[in-house]
Each structure stands twice: as C-alpha cells, then as structure tokens.
C-alpha cells in the first residue's frame, strides 16, 4: 500500500496528465462544519485524479431535518463512488452504519500536526528513513 502511495505521489508531484485511478468516479462531499481548505483541497485533489467531486453545503444537504439521516446516507451511496463527510462527531456516529462504501471523515484529515491522518504519518516517516543496502 505504502509502494502505491508512493507511486501515487511521484506521478502528482510530475504532474503527469495519464494518471487518473479516479476516472468515472464520483464523490459526494458532504459538509456540515464548512472548510474552504477541506473543501479545496479535497475537490481540486478528486479533480486532479480524474474524479468528479460534488459540493453539498448545510443548507442544500439539511442532514437529518428535511429527511431521516439513514436515507440521505443510502441514496448518496447508490449515486456515488465515495463520500466525504466533515461532519460534527454527533452526526458522524449517526450516519456511518448507513455508508454502504467507502466513506472518508475529513475531519481526521485536519492540518493539525496532531489530528494528522494515521497513513500520511507512516507514508513520511517511512520516506525520512534512509534505505537498508
């Protein structure tokens, strides 16, 4: 997994234009503590790797009030590939057993040093490690 990511950071970082494992892809980005960073920097990613991202801010997503949060969660699953939710921890415990795929809490993905996402810090310390010879 780490080689793919690495793989996967290389070919970002010289911009090549072929490589897109999102193609076809869709993600619903629900967002119900708004974040201009998370939301950029998560739509200009999907983008960039060949995904369509689609924006449902607190107004238009109404989570739980206009219809019952297990339906709102279901139906963006039938339509979407992934969803990303940057949601308070109330909501996130109230909708997660109603992803039925792969469901991203932006949350965890804060700039934060310490609410830094697991994976990013195993992919830099095993880069900051020098290679066995």
Same mark, same amino acid.
């Given at each position: 997994?780490?080689? !793919? ?12 234009? !072929? ?7 869709? *993600? ?7 974040? *201009?960073?998370?939301?950029? $920097? ?9 995904? /369509? ?22 139906? +963006? $699953?039938?339509?979407?590939? &992934? ?10 415990? /109230?909708?997660?057993?109603?992803? +039925?795929? /792969?469901?991203? !809490? ?15 810090? &195993?992919?830099?310390?095993?880069? !900051? &490690?020098?290679?066995?010879?």
């Amino acid at each position: 997994m780490l080689d !793919s990511a690495l793989m996967a950071k290389q070919k970002l970082r010289e911009r090549d234009e !072929s490589f897109k494992p999102f193609s076809g892809k869709t *993600m619903a980005m629900i967002f119900t503590k708004p974040s *201009m960073r998370t939301r950029v $920097s998560f739509e200009t990613g999907f983008y960039r790797l060949g995904g /369509h991202a689609i924006y449902l801010d607190p107004n238009s997503i109404q989570l739980g009030s206009r219809e019952p949060t297990e339906d709102i969660a279901r139906v +963006l $699953s039938r339509y979407n590939d &992934i969803i990303m939710a940057r949601l308070f921890d109330h909501q996130v415990r /109230h909708c997660a057993p109603f992803f +039925l795929h /792969h469901a991203l !809490s932006a949350v965890a993905f804060s700039h934060s040093p310490g609410r830094r996402n697991p994976f990013h810090r &195993i992919l830099s310390i095993s880069q !900051s &490690i020098p290679p066995c010879r």
